[in-house]
């Protein structure tokens, strides 16, 4: 059984894609039984709240120390027995010891076709306005491994979409996003299903 916490910085439409797919019986033996964000009004909570799952607003700006925050949210997903970590828009930084305990246990998504366009400051309408100036032909979706560096880990997932000769960051933004509510629920279903492993990508 996969139990999943999801952490997210924003509205959430890829963690709604996600439960979706889950409550439809797409994804088997998967279950959410966490939802984290740094942000208290994220539109992730309230969709969390509104199916009745556990919706915690977890910030360090809470505590006084780096250290204490990552005790915190390691004791969290200990205490919600989460055995994989689904990063859905969040905008922070997953600290060494949170990835040393989950190594190859948490995924993210990013919007380009990594390796290309990731690293830092490579998020949102970033990534699609560095797409376009450099003339890609294609761009699209990464499920991917968190490691140390950022969009780093081993891919496990790629979908790829032309670029349109007309297209500006924002409408190649909304293409890409579609392709991301259908590629991650298919990654943790391949997951649940045994048909793709996260512990040899």
């Known amino acids: 059984m996969l139990r999943i916490a999801v952490l997210g910085s924003g509205r959430g439409s890829n963690f709604h894609a996600i439960l979706s797919a889950i409550q439809e ?47 915190a949210l390691l004791t969290l997903l200990r205490n919600h027995e989460v055995n994989l970590i689904v990063l859905a828009g969040y905008m922070k930084r997953i600290h060494p010891r949170v990835i040393s305990a989950y190594r190859n246990r948490i995924l993210n998504i990013h919007p380009a076709l990594l390796p290309k366009f990731g690293g830092k400051g490579m998020y949102g309408h970033h990534v699609h306005e560095a797409v376009i100036r450099a003339g890609e032909k294609f761009s699209g979706a990464t499920v991917h491994i968190v490691d140390e560096v950022y969009d780093h880990g081993p891919i496990l997932l790629q979908r790829r979409i032309p670029v349109q000769p007309e297209d500006t960051p924002e409408t190649l933004a909304a293409r890409v996003l579609r392709v991301e509510h259908e590629l991650y629920p298919e990654a943790l279903r391949l997951i649940a299903e045994g048909k793709l492993s996260t512990q040899t990508a």
């Open 25 to 71: 019986k797409k994804i088997p033996a998967a279950r959410i039984c966490l939802v984290i964000s740094n942000n208290s009004s994220a539109g992730i909570l309230e969709i969390a709240r509104a199916s009745s799952l556990p919706a915690i607003h977890l910030s360090q700006k809470q505590y006084p120390s780096e250290e204490l925050f990552v005790e």
